[in-house]
């Protein structure tokens, strides 16, 4: 187990995952944002010292400090590695954990803007429960949607430096006339948490930059634009492995995309 600082979405489990690929002996790696912890599953004769781990981890910009290490025994005692994973993801596409964090991030903050249009009582009852379980799937399709993108851009060895997406940011911040400290609070009081919200705008401009620079680049009009990024996107999710660890959650995306005509996953650009 190792204290790790500095993650805030499903960002960060993918660097800390990524940074961990060359190790040989790693069965898995199991990333809790929240409590600032990541857990090792490793063949002992495989990897003997966890220290170039913590290394590892420390040098893709998370500081990681080696805190406890377990025997086989004393983490079937403890959990399995699946039970462990539903605790804190929700689903995975390939090596991009998604996590409950994040599924609990953007649902409340949905949550709170039905309450506010809608008053208190918008989801109680029947309807209000099938409203709830439409915003559940829609987050979850949503999250797992940036997850298929992100991966195969991951997979192109595309990234953004960090000063231009720093750069970005501030642009953004200009735009809506406003300082940082005053986006903060403005985040704290809709529920969004400063650092969360500053990730996803990264995945966000990583997305839109490769689209428009690898893509899209020297497409003539938006419907030459609309029709390749279709492509690029199905087959990119053709090719995703998606694996839901929330199983009820999975049956509401299900029986949401079902009901829906052409499914959750359609995506305009």
Do not use: H, W
């Given at each position: 187990m190792l204290d790790?600082?500095?993650?805030?979405?499903?960002?960060?489990?993918?660097?800390?995952?990524?940074?961990?690929?060359?190790?040989?002996?790693?069965?898995?790696?199991?990333?809790?944002?929240s409590g600032g912890r990541v857990d090792v599953f490793y063949d002992s004769t495989q990897l003997k010292d966890l220290g170039p781990v913590a290394s590892a981890i420390t040098d893709a910009g998370y500081?990681?400090?080696?805190?406890?290490t377990m025997t086989r025994v004393e983490i079937e005692k403890e959990s399995n590695i699946f039970s462990s994973r539903s605790k804190l993801y929700i689903a995975a596409v390939g090596d991009w954990d998604i996590s409950r964090d994040d599924f609990d991030a953007e649902l409340s903050h949905a949550r709170k803007r039905y309450v506010k249009a809608y008053g208190k009582t918008v989801?109680?009852?029947d309807q209000g429960n099938a409203l709830l379980q439409r915003l559940q799937s829609?987050?979850?399709?949503?999250?797992?949607?940036?997850?298929?993108?992100?991966?195969?851009?991951?997979k192109a060895g595309f990234?953004?430096?960090?000063?231009?997406?720093?750069?970005?940011?501030?642009d953004f911040l200009s735009q809506k006339g406003t300082t940082p400290q005053q986006f903060e609070q403005a985040l704290k009081d809709s529920g969004y948490d400063y650092d969360y919200f500053f990730k996803k705008f990264e995945s966000r401009l990583?997305?839109?930059?490769?689209?428009?620079?690898?893509?899209l680049s020297g497409l003539a009009n938006d419907r030459e634009k609309k029709k390749h990024y279709s492509d690029w996107y199905n087959?990119?999710?053709?090719?995703?492995?998606?694996?839901?660890?929330?199983?009820?959650?999975?049956?509401?995306?299900?029986?949401?995309?079902?009901?829906?005509?052409?499914?959750?996953?359609?995506?305009k650009k």
């Open positions: 790790v600082q500095g993650m805030s979405c499903s960002g960060c489990v993918y660097q800390i995952k990524t940074s961990l690929s060359g190790f040989k002996g790693i069965k898995d790696v199991i990333v809790d944002v500081p990681a400090t080696l805190k406890r989801f109680t009852g829609q987050v979850a399709s949503s999250l797992i949607s940036e997850g298929i993108q992100m991966q195969e851009i991951r990234k953004l430096p960090a000063k231009t997406v720093e750069l970005e940011f501030n990583t997305i839109d930059s490769y689209l428009n620079d690898k893509v087959n990119a999710r053709l090719l995703a492995k998606v694996v839901y660890y929330d199983k009820n959650l999975e049956k509401i995306v299900k029986n949401s995309s079902a009901g829906s005509g052409c499914g959750s996953s359609c995506t």
